[in-house]
Each structure stands twice: as structure tokens, then as C-alpha cells.
């Protein structure tokens, strides 16, 4: 943790197959669950 409520640390994802994709998922401290979306789009 940062400071409160503020993490850090790395999200290794597949590559992107399509013109946009979003993964859905969680993030947990193993004490709490964060719902996550992230949006990635073709270059």
C-alpha cells in the first residue's frame, strides 16, 4: 500500500485479439475485494 485506499503492483493481461477487449476480475489485499474493468484497445 501507498498511502490509504492507494495500491500499486502489476496486471499481466493477454494480448489484445480483437479492436477493443475489457477484462473483468478482482483485486484482493487477501482481506479485500476491489471489482476491476480494464479497457484495452489495438494499436
Given at each position: ?15 489484445c485479439a ?26
Open positions: 500500500m501507498i498511502k490509504p485506499d492507494v495500491y500499486q503492483g502489476e496486471i499481466l493481461l493477454p494480448v480483437e479492436q477493443r477487449m475489457t477484462w473483468y476480475g478482482k483485486v484482493s489485499d487477501g482481506e479485500t475485494d476491489i471489482k476491476a474493468a480494464l479497457r484495452m484497445s489495438a494499436r
